[in-house]
């Protein structure tokens, strides 16, 4: 709505630290972008940003309107959502954040199968390293989160959480390729592809190979999971992958997957939730009963 137009020049300002950028995705002239700043900073009676030669950058006062900007913005999504589904057209945008291991296979799939029954809903994916997604929640940047071992914040609603077992990725002429299940010291014997640290499918490798006492050596470390599993195509190096970003149909690849013994170590999960005490819009909350039956259904 249009009294809320300068409210999102102000935080698009702040994301891009740049008045030219935030010009451009908006689509004016940073002039006039900027005539709306000073017109703001005239009514408040006191500057937003900090201009510094890199860009421009929220000091206090600026923090304190962003907050209120970004509940603004929030609040009137909602509205348009409450508004949609009660016309029957159930349009609305959906902010989530989430993880790596989440973004490969299940939520681009389950977001295409929500936009060909809901076609005027619109999506933002944001990846966050591991903690970041739900601290992301506070100020509203996104609605939801659904990520692999949440740093569990008290302001986190969890309403689905299942836990993930680990496989072991390999080529299929791998002299491990037929077991039925391994343990983690048959697998240090050869060169390890394993995610960089804090991802928390290494946490849980590390947390396995320690009960054994073994220190697991990377012969590479990434935080790119397709990286890694495309890098133990064709050699006796081992990748490692939960069972929601397991790729499908990984024999067209030459590849095999084998469940890994945890040991008795307790399996991560995949947790989705929303801030506590957050109203949600009628179109995330939707979305979020999808995540939990589908979560549910293929992992309880």
């Known amino acids: 709505m249009r009294h809320l137009l300068i409210l999102k020049y102000i935080d698009k300002i702040a994301r891009t630290g740049s008045l ?34 890199a860009g421009l950058r929220p000091n206090i006062a600026g923090e304190i309107l962003l907050q209120h900007i970004r509940d603004q913005i929030s609040d009137m999504e909602r509205v348009k959502s409450r508004i949609a589904d009660l016309s029957g057209m159930r349009a609305g945008h959906i902010n989530i954040a989430t993880t790596r291991e989440i973004v490969q296979y299940f939520l681009p799939g389950l977001i295409a199968k929500h936009l060909s029954e809901f076609p005027f809903v619109t999506f933002g994916v944001n990846l966050h390293e591991r903690g970041e997604a739900e601290t992301s929640l506070l100020d509203n940047t996104n609605d939801l989160a659904i990520v692999f071992e949440p740093i569990h914040l008290k ?33 240090a014997e050869f ?5 960089k640290r804090p991802e928390g499918i ?18 590479v470390e990434s935080n790119s999971l397709d990286l890694l ?34 040991q008795g170590v307790a399996p991560g999960a995949v947790s989705a939730g929303y801030l ?6 009628v179109a995330a909350a939707r979305f979020l009963e999808t995540v939990n039956r589908e979560l549910s259904e293929r992992f309880a």
């Open 229 to 262: 599993r495309l890098m133990s195509q064709d050699s006796d190096a081992l990748s490692f992958s939960l069972a929601i970003n397991l790729r499908p149909n990984l024999e067209r690849d030459r590849m095999v997957s084998v469940p890994l013994d945890l």
């Open 202 to 219: 290494r946490l849980v490798l590390d947390a396995v190979a320690h009960k054994v006492g073994l220190t697991l050596e990377a012969a």
């Open 155 to 187: 302001e986190l609603q969890s309403v689905c959480s299942v836990t993930q077992p680990v496989f072991c990725v390999m080529s299929e002429d791998h002299p491990l390729a037929g077991r039925k299940s391994l343990k983690i010291y048959d697998c």
């Open 20 to 53: 030219r950028s935030a010009a451009e995705e908006l689509g004016i002239t940073p002039s006039a972008l900027n005539r709306r700043i000073l017109g703001i900073e005239e009514e408040l009676g006191t500057e937003i940003f900090e201009r510094h030669p």
């Open 276 to 281: 506590r005490g957050r109203t949600l819009p």
């Open 191 to 195: 060169p390890l592809l394993l995610p």
